[in-house]
Each structure stands twice: as C-alpha cells, then as structure tokens.
C-alpha cells in the first residue's frame, strides 16, 4: 500500500484551516513550514489554480498548537491523562475484515489488508451511509514494519480524501492494549472474526493460491503420465512450502520489531513441509512431456513454471525477429517443418494471434509464425544447446540475435540459457560479453551447453571485437576472425577499471 497524494484547492485548504482568503495569506507568512502551493500537481488542475498537497497540509495542521485541533487525528498531540480505549467488535468493510477501538479521539476502525486506498475508501463509505458506528478513524495496513509495529496509512471520516502515515504504538495507546496482527495469507475474515482480547493465536492452514491449484487440477488429469502427475504436484507442493515459510517468517519479523502488538494467527504446519522431489533430470524430463501435450492444463502449468523455475524446461530465453528477404532467419525458417500447436507454442504465443506453429527439427525447438502490422516475424525459444555430430563453427552472423553457421551446412539461433538473451540491435540490456561467452564456448565445442552467469569473464579481445560490430547488423564474423581476436588482449581504457 502506499499514500495515495491528493490536491487541495485555495478554497479547501482555508476550509480545512477554518480560515478566509485573508487568514491563509496571514499562515503562509506567520509560518515559514507552512506548505507551498504544488509547481506541478498533474494534468487535473488548471495550470493558473494554486493547489497543496493534502497530506502536507493536514500533517501540518496536526503539528501546529493553533489549529492542532483541525488536523490530522492520529497526528495530534495525545492528551497526558489519557484514558484507556476498549475493543468494540468485529466489522464487515468495502474493503476487508476490521476490528474497532473505541478511543479518546472516537472510534478507530483498522482495516486489515494493505490495499491501495483502503482508508479513504471506508471511509468515503462510512459517510455516505451517514457513519452509523461514529467513526473518527480509518486504518489499514501499510506493509511494512514501521517506527512501533505495523505501518499504517490513516484518514478520518472527517476529510476521507485526505490518507496519511499513523503509527501503530500510538493506536494501540489509544486502545489502551495490544494489537493483534495477522500476518498476509491468514487475512481473513473467516479467522480474524474469532479473535477477541487475550485470545491465543489461531492456529488455521494456509490456503492455496490459485497457482498451487492450477497445479493440483493438472496433476489429478489422467492425460498426463505418472512422472508428469509426479512433477506437478512436486511444483504445486513447493508453492505451498513457500507459502508457509513466508508466513512464518513474516510473523518472527513483525513480532520481533513490532511494540504492542499480539499474533492472531499462526500457520498449521502440522504436515509442512510437503514432499518434493530432488532429482532435477527427472523432473526436467516430465516436464518436457507437459511442454509436449496439447491439453490445456498443460498450458496453464507451462506458463507457471515458466516464471517460477524456467531452467526445468529445454528451452533458452524467448527470441524474437523479423523474417526479411534474403536474411539468414528466412534461411533458418526454410528448415522448420509446420505442426499443430503445443503447450510450449501457446505458452511462447502469449495470447498473441499467430499464422503458423513451427517445430525446428534438429532442436526441437518451438516457433511461431507471426506478424506485427505489415512486418512477419518468428518468436521462438532459443536451444539450450546446438546438435553437433562433429561439425564446428565456421561464423556467426549478428542480425536480431546471434545466429551460428556450421561446417556441415546448417544455420541455428545460438543456444542460450533460460534466464539470459542474445537479442542484437534494439539495445534492451544485449551485452556483447555474453554473446562472446556463447561463441567462446562453440569455437570448442559446438555441442556444448552454455553459462552465461560470469559473462563478464569472456576473452577480452572476443567482447571488443563484437563491441565494434554495428548494429543491428546484419554483420558475419568468420570463425578465422573470431580466434584470433580471442587470442589477442586489447588495451585496457580508464572504462575498464
């Protein structure tokens, strides 16, 4: 969650203040804190209209003995003689589960969830249906730890518009007791409707997210074999794994920094942490099956394990060009041989429209046919890996990604890693030292798998030779010129160091 910023006309700020056009030129020169007026508070407000920050204002109207009275609520000065405060219920909200405290300045309704305008939504709701609980306050979690527990965002019924920072140790004085707190995943209205002052901690399962019963949907699909059902639920039982742990730790984090503040509920970990599966090869291997299916459950769970664990997949990082005349990707695309559509093809379409479904088939690598405008395009999955069969590298050719030419006549996109990309000429982050770890590694081996973790690394004189190549190219390099640049050491520059 953050403070969502809002504006303030001259005319609100002196209803805010309680001051004529007069009263405010009287603040802004008794008061040198007083705010200024915004230089450029957005496209919404006439450009000759003064507007402030209302935050700014309202923190400094609690701040200032003369109008502490008309500022922010939670802001203000709290009074020596406080009385203590009392729990007053569970409440049902727009925006989630709250508890209200019955306090010196009024009710206090906290909202647990860290939602984005959560205060300033109840409370705009409170008003309109005429605020039946006489709530001063609205409260809502900020996300994070702050200088006394739980940060809070605040706004008061009285100017709902108007959210701003709180501090949890001044609530809870407020309250005259402990908060309870729940941590993200045990937000609920289910749980936190049960608690009640000196209640023990709830101890309640975490629920599953909707990746985790993707997952479990498709590995109770007998389309798919044992060992697919098996990685599946592997994945979908890491997923829960996680979820518990990070609840645990939230919990020792909150609770370790926070004052004041009691634990509503804890995770069941009665059966954590769930069974999940070692052997890497095995799974990567079920999962090339999935990538293989057609079902739709086995598109749903590709796209997951595309963003959670892509290297159990055989494919590098997702490659994009433009296929043109007399280029080397129409070469490359003269190979592919059509198909009807994978799970991996869907996965790699992203919902885009696509002309036809290729399969490279000496890497087995997916390809589609697709156009943006007038232009056609392949998008394909770059090969972990190049086959071999005793050829060697005779060039590259940099042109949209770095594309390798061997000695027995074949052209490939060069093999990458799934987490890294070759791209060449639109300049989104390509490095030339990763391009050159590539070649570096195929000038060898032309079968071998690459790591592009310490690219950095490269043959100084290989990196500077394709730091010169202009691009987007296309531009060959012939394998002569590549070892012999990645024999040669350049001289260092001042850029170097």
Known sequence: MS????????????????????????????????????????????????????????????????????????????????????????????????????????????????????????????????????????????????????ALVAADTAHPAIEYEAQWGVVAQLAGQDLPWWPDLLRSARIIRQWHPGAPALVAEVSASTRERTLRRAAANGVFDATAQAALTDMANDIRNDRVHDTEHDIDIFHRNS????????????????????????????????????????????????????????????????????????????????CDPTAAHAALAEDRPVDAFFIDPLTDMPVLWTTTGDTPGLRFYAPLALPAAGAELTSVVLDGTVWVKTSDGQ????????????????????????AA???????????????????????????????????????????HALLHARMTTPPRTPHDD
């Open 3 to 150: 403070v969502t910023t809002s504006y303030l006309s001259k005319a609100e700020v002196q209803g805010l203040l309680g001051v004529t056009a007069f009263g405010l030129w009287r603040i802004a020169r008794k008061y040198e804190d007083f705010p200024t007026p915004e230089s450029d508070p957005g496209p919404f407000v006439a450009k000759d209209e003064e507007t402030w920050d209302g935050t700014e204002v309202y923190r400094w109207t609690a701040k200032t003995p003369e109008f502490e009275h008309r500022g922010a609520a939670l802001l203000r000065p709290l009074p020596d003689d406080l009385p203590p405060g009392k729990w007053a219920g569970y409440q049902d909200t727009v925006k989630g589960p709250a508890l209200d405290w019955q306090t010196a300045l009024g009710t206090i309704r906290l909202v647990h969830t860290s939602k984005d305008q959560t205060t300033s939504a109840v409370a705009t709701d409170l008003g309109q249906r005429g605020n039946p609980d006489g709530v001063t306050t609205v409260c809502a979690l900020y996300g994070d730890v702050g200088f006394s527990g739980p």
């Open 259 to 338: 004052t004041h503040i009691v634990i509503g509920a804890r995770p069941d970990t009665s059966t954590h942490p769930l069974p999940t599966i070692d052997d890497r090869p095995a799974l990567a291997a079920a999962w090339k099956s999935i990538a293989a299916s057609s079902h739709p459950d086995a598109v749903a769970a590709l796209e997951l394990v595309l963003a959670r664990d892509p290297r159990l997949l055989p494919f590098g990082v997702l490659t994009k060009v433009a296929l043109r005349p007399g280029t080397i990707a129409e070469q490359w695309a003269r190979r592919l041989t059509l």
């Open 411 to 434: 052209v490939h996109p060069a093999p990458c890693t799934p987490n890294e990309h070759l791209w060449w000429g639109d300049g989104w982050g390509d490095k030339p030292s990763e």
């Open 437 to 479: 770890t590539v070649i570096n590694t195929l000038l060898d081996d032309l079968g071998a798998a690459v790591d592009l973790r310490e690219h950095w690394k490269a043959p100084r004189g290989l990196t500077t030779l394709l730091e010169k190549q202009a691009k987007p190219g296309p531009t060959e390099i012939a394998r």
